[in-house]
Every structure is written in structure tokens, then in C-alpha cells.
């Protein structure tokens, strides 16, 4: 759930309004998505001007595709990561490239 106080507002995971099992399980998760999430940005911004595609970052964390993603998403919407052109995947399609848009590191 948002934190209130915090420099960026941690995204909210869906729940159900009605549903009190719900609400809790959202709770719950957040725990872990803010893990997560502090997983996948550590990796992106670790590797300065160069990034991460998707496929890369899943490899690097070890982390399920459908945990890697969602958490990549949420940093991309709070603005603390930015598209840095596209590289190709292991299978030879065009992949986004991710990376920390620190100033004082030069883009390869």
C-alpha cells in the first residue's frame, strides 16, 4: 500500500474493495513487491550506462518472469528508471532496454 512520507509513492498492488481476504492478501504483498522491487532496480541501476532488457534482469535476479516484470513496470511508472534503446533477446527479437538515468554516469 502507499506509504505516506516517502520521497516516491510505492504502487499500490490490486485487491478486491469488497473482499476483506482481499485487502490482506494485498498487505501481505506489498511486503515482498517492495523486495522485489528493490531487486530489480539494484540490478538496473548496477549496470550504469549499459541497462537491461527483461531478459536480462530475469537472469541476472534469478527471479520468476512474472514477478521480474510487474516490479519493473511499477519502477518504470514511479519514473526511477527510464527506456534506454533496445538490444536483441537471446532468440533474436528486439528487447527495451532499461537502465538508471543517473547523471553523473555517461551512456554507453
Known sequence: MKRAGTRYAQPELPFVKTS?????????????????????????????GHGLTDEEGIEETEMSPNTYRPRRVELARAGLIAKHGERPTVSGCKADVWWFPDPEVPRE
Do not use: K, N, Q, Y
Open 20 to 48: 476483506d481476504t482481499s485487502v490482506r492478501a494485498a498487505e501481505l504483498a506489498e511486503t515482498f513487491a517492495s523486495a522485489a522491487r528493490a531487486t530489480v532496480f539494484l540490478a538496473i541501476a548496477g549496470h550504469h
